[in-house]
């Protein structure tokens, strides 16, 4: 006798079929989510470090910037001194149209620039600019001469001072122009008489006639206030 068919195991069959058939569909569906977050993640990194490189490019740009910002000051700053170093050298100006100066006052224009050098080491240094046919200086080779080591700066403001108070008996602060001749044609180096006018004149506001103690001082040195 032929065994009959079992319908109940065919049921059961095609029940599995469909429930592996659900699996393997369960498993697509899980892999095409993973691969999905795969990629969002991958996307959000891709933010991130595009993110991380535009915060980068904002950080320099602000550094250059600021760099841009202080070379602008910096520039004004020497704008700013070349105008009052030139106000300065144009006063020893011959011709005022000119942009130079006569050699012979390379003395003058050293110290009102707050140099003090010796008569005896300015006298070499024009010889020897005059020995080259150097009779004219322009404001560029004045600055280059401050450079040079005999210029030096005679910082002791003080010491200056108190020296220069001796002659003022009345202790206002200003010094009789003919004492003040006397004094420099008879102290240390003598001066000629042209240097020494230009020196008394250094001392001189429109409206004295005698000379400021602190406005010489700020004419020789500087202004350190």
């Known amino acids: 006798m032929e065994d009959e068919e079992n319908p109940q195991l065919d049921d059961s069959i095609d029940n599995e079929n469909v429930d592996n058939k659900n699996i393997d569909n369960e498993n697509v569906d899980n892999k095409n989510i993973d691969n999905e977050n ?32 202080k070379e602008n000051i910096d520039n004004e700053d020497i704008d700013q001194e070349m105008i009052e170093l030139n106000a300065i050298f144009s006063r020893f100006k ?29 006298e070499q240094r024009i010889n020897e600019l005059e020995a080259a046919e150097k009779f004219e200086l322009t404001l560029e080779d004045v600055l280059q001469i401050t450079n040079e080591s005999w210029t030096a700066i005679n910082n002791d403001r003080d010491g ?42 250094l001392g001189l506001n429109d409206e004295q006639t005698k000379i400021n103690i602190d406005y010489l001082l700020d004419q020789l040195l500087g202004n350190n206030t």
Do not use: C, W
């Open 94 to 122: 011959d011709d005022p149209n000119e942009d130079f100066i006569n050699v012979n006052r390379l003395t003058q224009v050293l110290q009102a620039f707050g140099r003090n050098p010796s008569l005896k080491d300015s």
């Open 38 to 69: 795969i990629d969002n993640k991958n996307i959000d990194n891709e933010n991130v470090d595009n993110e991380d490189i535009d915060n980068e490019h904002i950080d320099n740009e602000h550094i250059d910037n600021e760099n841009i910002d």
């Open 160 to 201: 200056l001072r108190q020296a220069l108070e001796k002659f003022d008996p009345t202790q206002e602060g200003y010094i009789d122009i003919e004492k003040f001749r006397t004094i420099m044609t008879t102290l240390g180096e003598p001066l000629t008489d042209e240097e020494l006018d230009d020196l008394i004149q």
